[in-house]
């Protein structure tokens, strides 16, 4: 639901980018230029480390960002289905000239993360953005003693990179074809 919140108040200033795979869907449907989206997922991936650090900073010394099961194609469909239904939501409620100018976007954005995390957050851990993972796999790799699952969220960020790519290209598609 904080995402909810964040993209009302980015919505603005950045399209409320903080997902390299909605910038990758944007660059899909031509909404951003190649240069634009390396700028986005450059300042999504340098905020994801910012943030890691900050909760460190805040005392929280046992974080990591990876799958908490052991069957692989469970975690696979878990984040590109929702990686998915995140990138559609946020294409139809954001380029849909039907309803451009809606209040609920931020809403529909936030409770579909939401719904994620509590359908598949303990299959995948509910990340939908390769961003977050890169966060803490940069962090494992700078202090690989802090936490007790930190060296393995380095691990899974290949994971969540494809999965996140899979599910935006997917949604880009499906979206064009019904916007037709």
């Known amino acids: ?8 108040m980015g919505a603005h200033i950045s399209g409320a980018h903080y997902n390299p795979a909605v910038s990758l869907a944007m660059l899909i449907n031509k ?41 692989i194609s469970q975690f ?8 998915f239904l995140l990138v559609f939501v946020i294409l139809n409620v954001a380029l849909n000239k039907n309803i451009e100018g809606n209040q609920y976007f931020g809403l529909a954005i936030g409770l579909t993360v939401t719904a994620g995390a509590f359908s598949v957050g303990d299959i995948s851990g509910a990340v939908f953005n390769p961003a977050i993972s890169f966060g803490a796999s940069v962090y494992s790799f700078v202090d690989p003693e802090v936490g007790t699952n930190a060296l393995s969220s380095s691990d899974f960020f290949i ?12 949604a880009s598609y499906a979206y064009k074809k019904i916007a037709e």
């Open 1 to 8: 639901l904080g995402l909810a919140v964040l993209v009302y």
């Open 31 to 71: 909404k951003l230029s190649p240069k634009e989206m390396g700028f986005y997922i450059f300042y999504q991936l340098l905020g994801a480390v910012f943030a890691t650090y900050t909760l460190y900073f805040l005392g929280n010394e046992d974080f990591s960002v990876v799958s908490n099961t052991s069957d």
């Open 76 to 83: 696979i469909v878990a984040e590109i289905l929702f990686t």
């Open 159 to 170: 994971y969540y990179l494809i999965t996140g790519v899979v599910g935006a290209v997917a």
